[in-house]
């Protein structure tokens, strides 16, 4: 077992380096230590830090199927929930999206939760992770000899490599790294929050509900059996002093009405407002350094997406080092960006769908609050809309699983 914290201060090599251990950096090395592939990551926060990180909690069909297949879904079966539909709940109304018509479902089951398995898993097959490594210079991916510069307990190291993963989330060094010119953004920041608690409370439904109301939009999750995950469409400058959880609740309970519901409420112990942002770069490689995830790429989490999208360029990305390392087929990682972008931009779409779809505009006009319900109407009751919405919520088909 190699939990690094001290590293060793002098050069070092290994074949694919990978900065962040979140889903995305994690499952990278998974599946190549599963090929035999020698990684090593670096993640500048501690294990309890990473492993206790509150963030997404859907796992797409194929997510789900991956980690059964690679030997980190045991847990998730034993204690996440399996979903077989969803809810859509507009003009006091409530519409279920039937998963089983695909032969599909999702998994309830947190990102943390994911994050502790894929850990254990690398350690107990030996694979090294260095805690509390932080990268700050990526050299000479243009090159073809990257060298990745990092500081641990203090101390300056370097390692060499072949390959570099920037699984480094939004705000890493990767995208940073890849030459200005070369990249190019594309950006939208949505008018609106979401303001989400989690609270002692059995969830109100055993599946979720996406509400589109008057007062905006309001989302009915779940983490387990005795803690739900709830949130509420805010004004991006909110302000949490001026949401009592009295005012939570009661707002929640007006979003989410209708016949035969009510709503479970109890002690809400965490409270935080989210900005709402699509952004792409491309390309989403330079030389011999790789993004992947939201270090390329993210998304609002109306449809939930984030951690789905960045497994699957882990995956996309994991076949193509084998390729190249493994078969001597370079074709797979010269095409790496076209590949997952073809797959992206679709789930861009989604989000961007959803998000549209369930708010509240301030600058809509009558004529495009007639649109959104028309939208609303078709993706709900007619077989190809309805078709169209479980086939992106369950998960788009991933190259190589
Ligand atoms: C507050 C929050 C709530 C979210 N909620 C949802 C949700 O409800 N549904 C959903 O689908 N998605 C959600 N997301 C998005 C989802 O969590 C992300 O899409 C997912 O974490 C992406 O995984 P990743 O591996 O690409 O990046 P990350 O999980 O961000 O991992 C990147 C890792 O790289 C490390 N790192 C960064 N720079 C360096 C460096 N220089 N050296 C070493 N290590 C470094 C970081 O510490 C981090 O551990 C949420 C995100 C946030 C921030």
Same mark, same amino acid.
């Given at each position: 077992m190699r939990?690094s914290?001290?590293g060793?201060?002098?050069?070092?090599?290994?074949?694919?380096?990978?900065i962040?251990?979140?889903?995305?950096?994690l499952m990278l090395?998974?599946?190549?230590t599963r090929a035999?592939i020698e990684t090593?990551? =670096?993640?500048?926060h501690t294990r309890?830090y990473v492993e206790n990180?509150?963030r997404?909690?859907i796992?797409e069909y194929?997510?789900a199927?991956?980690?059964r297949e690679?030997?980190v +879904?045991v847990?998730?079966?034993?204690?996440?929930?399996?979903?077989?539909g969803?809810?859509?709940?507009f003009? +006091?109304a409530l519409?279920?999206?039937? =998963? +089983?018509? @695909?032969?599909k479902?999702? &998994?309830?089951y947190?990102?943390?939760?994911v994050?502790?398995?894929?850990?254990?898993a690398r350690l107990?097959?030996?694979?090294?992770? &260095? =805690?509390e490594?932080?990268?700050?210079?990526?050299?000479?991916?243009?090159?073809?000899?990257?060298?990745?510069?990092?500081?641990?307990? +203090?101390?300056?190291?370097?390692?060499d490599?072949?390959?570099?993963?920037?699984? $480094?989330g939004f705000?890493?060094?990767?995208r940073a790294s890849?030459?200005?010119?070369?990249?190019r953004?594309?950006?939208r920041?949505?008018p609106?929050g979401w303001?989400?608690?989690?609270?002692?409370a059995p969830p109100?439904m $055993?599946?979720?509900?996406y509400?589109h109301h008057?007062?905006?939009f309001?989302?009915?999750? &779940?983490?387990s059996a005795?803690?739900?995950?709830?949130y509420l469409?805010?004004?991006?400058?909110a302000?949490?002093?001026?949401? !009592?959880d009295?005012?939570?609740?009661d707002?929640l309970?007006t979003?989410?009405?209708? !016949?035969?519901?009510?709503l479970t409420t109890?002690?809400?112990f965490?409270?935080?407002?989210? %900005?709402?942002?699509?952004?792409?770069?491309?390309?989403?490689?330079?030389?011999r350094? =790789? @993004?992947?995830?939201?270090a390329a790429h993210?998304?609002? %989490?109306t449809g939930a997406k984030?951690?789905?999208?960045a497994?699957?360029?882990?995956?996309?990305?994991?076949?193509a080092?084998e390729?190249?390392?493994?078969?001597?087929?370079?074709?797979p990682l010269?095409n790496y960006?076209q590949?997952?972008?073809a797959?992206?931009w679709?789930i861009?779409?989604f989000?961007?769908? &959803?998000?549209s779809m @369930?708010h509240?505009?301030?600058?809509?006009?009558?004529?495009?609050?007639r649109?959104?319900r028309a939208?609303?109407d078709?993706?709900?009751?007619?077989?190809?809309g309805r078709?169209s919405?479980?086939e992106n919520y369950?998960?788009? !088909?991933i190259e190589?699983?």
């Amino acid at each position: 077992m190699r939990e690094s914290r001290l590293g060793d201060a002098v050069n070092r090599q290994t074949k694919v380096a990978i900065i962040g251990a979140g889903p995305a950096g994690l499952m990278l090395a998974h599946l190549l230590t599963r090929a035999g592939i020698e990684t090593v990551i =670096f993640e500048r926060h501690t294990r309890s830090y990473v492993e206790n990180r509150i963030r997404a909690g859907i796992l797409e069909y194929e997510v789900a199927a991956l980690l059964r297949e690679t030997g980190v +879904g045991v847990r998730m079966d034993e204690v996440g929930f399996r979903h077989d539909g969803t809810n859509i709940l507009f003009d +006091g109304a409530l519409h279920r999206l039937d =998963f +089983g018509a @695909l032969g599909k479902h999702v &998994m309830l089951y947190s990102q943390h939760e994911v994050v502790r398995d894929l850990i254990a898993a690398r350690l107990v097959a030996g694979g090294e992770i &260095m =805690f509390e490594a932080e990268v700050n210079a990526i050299e000479n991916f243009n090159q073809g000899k990257p060298r990745i510069c990092y500081r641990i307990n +203090g101390e300056a190291a370097e390692l060499d490599c072949e390959i570099v993963a920037a699984c $480094d989330g939004f705000h890493g060094i990767g995208r940073a790294s890849l030459p200005a010119n070369l990249v190019r953004e594309y950006d939208r920041e949505y008018p609106f929050g979401w303001l989400g608690i989690l609270a002692e409370a059995p969830p109100s439904m $055993d599946e979720l509900i996406y509400a589109h109301h008057d007062h905006g939009f309001a989302l009915l999750s &779940m983490r387990s059996a005795s803690v739900s995950r709830l949130y509420l469409q805010c004004p991006l400058d909110a302000d949490l002093a001026e949401w !009592p959880d009295s005012r939570i609740w009661d707002e929640l309970s007006t979003r989410l009405a209708h !016949p035969g519901f009510s709503l479970t409420t109890g002690p809400i112990f965490q409270k935080n407002i989210t %900005p709402m942002r699509s952004y792409v770069a491309e390309p989403m490689q330079a030389g011999r350094l =790789f @993004l992947a995830g939201d270090a390329a790429h993210i998304v609002p %989490p109306t449809g939930a997406k984030g951690l789905n999208a960045a497994v699957a360029d882990a995956v996309i990305l994991a076949r193509a080092i084998e390729a190249e390392i493994l078969t001597d087929d370079p074709a797979p990682l010269q095409n790496y960006t076209q590949t997952c972008l073809a797959r992206i931009w679709k789930i861009e779409r989604f989000s961007w769908l &959803m998000t549209s779809m @369930l708010h509240c505009f301030d600058d809509h006009s009558a004529f495009d609050r007639r649109i959104q319900r028309a939208e609303l109407d078709y993706y709900v009751n007619t077989p190809t809309g309805r078709t169209s919405l479980i086939e992106n919520y369950v998960g788009l !088909p991933i190259e190589g699983v």
